[in-house]
């Protein structure tokens, strides 16, 4: 999948384009990922907005039917909004089929008093605000590992560095995953190694990035990247379907979100929501195999990581001893340049 060989996969109606006078450039080896996840593969697959254990037990069914193979499930209302039952059926459920449950932590941007995000320059954005926003997440990341959760849902900065130095301090288990939201998804290279420096395990990436930008985070990253193949609405609406080759080859190691456009929003769920979540989440697995099956047909569908796999690989971490501990006591004013040349 790194050039432009008679035996690579080829491009959507490249044929009769090429038949037109109409073909394409050769793709270049060098904007191909060199990543790949641990053991092998370049794309795993994710389905996105289970909201609990019936919605957990459509997606399965649905995905046995189909034949769409699943490595993570997430969910986007909070860890909060289920109860031990609850989460304890979901671990079991996907842990029997070798699938990692990913949960949201805490509250976060329009989930509080908060307005400045929803104002026009959106300020703040939909993270944590202030400590016990923190603290909220850290209850609930604490929660849902005790329950057998492995893999947690950010949308903070803040809340990543502190979950991630909660793991190297084993307050949380060393194996847990972080996954940053689509929510504060980063949009430059910089960006992008600065989140996977702060503990991120995989992160969302916005689904209106273009094929070059993939390439350039490739260049600093090799964090495993996550993007929805169709974007909810309020994310943008985005349907990249046949795109989905290109994006492998450019993004690899790369996760596939079966995402849902023209669909109401459904979270924080709840039973009054039931009908909605359970028809869209079997509709995310029929777009799922929509698009393998689009991969299939341009043989381009090899390439995936085994199933049950889930960890990253190695990353590159910012120390966790980075920061101090204890909280600054001292009232003394800070000191300035001139504090020197002001002495008698």
């Not at 805490?106 to 104002?119: E, F, K, L, Q």
């Not at 980063?186 to 395990?201: K, S, T």
Request: glycine content about 10%.
């Amino acid at each position: 999948m790194t050039d432009a060989s008679p035996t690579a996969p080829r491009r959507p109606g490249e044929q009769a384009l090429a038949a037109l006078g109409l073909g394409a450039p050769a793709l270049s080896p060098a904007d191909a990922s060199p990543h790949t996840f641990p053991g092998g593969g370049r794309w795993r697959t994710e389905v996105p907005s289970v909201e609990g254990p019936e919605a957990l037990a459509v997606v399965l069914k649905e995905s046995a039917r189909l034949d769409v193979p699943i490595h993570r499930i997430s969910q986007g209302s909070g860890v909060w909004m289920l109860t031990d039952a609850e989460i304890t059926e979901m671990v079991e459920a996907t842990g029997e089929r070798g699938i990692e449950l990913c949960l949201f932590t805490g509250p976060r941007g329009t989930w509080d008093i908060g307005a400045s995000v929803r104002t026009d320059s959106r300020g703040g954005g939909l993270r944590a605000r202030g400590h016990d926003a923190v603290a909220g997440c850290v209850e609930d990341a604490v929660r849902a590992t005790e329950l057998g959760v492995q893999c947690l849902l950010v949308a903070d900065e803040g809340v990543l560095w502190t979950l991630h130095r909660a793991r190297a301090a084993g307050i949380i288990p060393a194996g847990t995953t972080l996954k940053v939201s689509a929510l504060i998804g980063p949009v430059n290279p910089a960006a992008y190694a600065v989140y996977e420096c702060l503990g991120a395990d995989s992160l969302n990436v916005p689904s209106d990035l273009t094929l070059d930008h993939l390439t350039e985070i490739r260049r600093v990253s090799a964090a495993p990247m996550d993007m929805y193949i169709e974007a909810p609405d309020d994310l943008g609406g985005y349907v990249r379907m046949y795109e989905v080759a290109e994006l492998i080859r450019r993004g690899a190691p790369l996760y596939l979100k079966f995402g849902l456009s023209r669909a109401p929003g459904i979270y924080p769920y709840g039973s009054h929501l039931r009908d909605l979540a359970l028809d869209t989440a079997r509709e995310r697995v029929r777009r799922g195999r929509l698009a393998l099956d689009l991969l299939a047909r341009h043989g381009a569908d090899d390439g995936m990581a085994p199933l049950g796999s889930r960890l990253p690989g190695p990353l590159r971490r910012f120390s966790a001893e980075a920061v101090p501990l204890a909280p600054i006591t001292s009232q003394a004013p800070l000191a300035s340049p001139n504090d020197e040349k002001n002495k008698d």
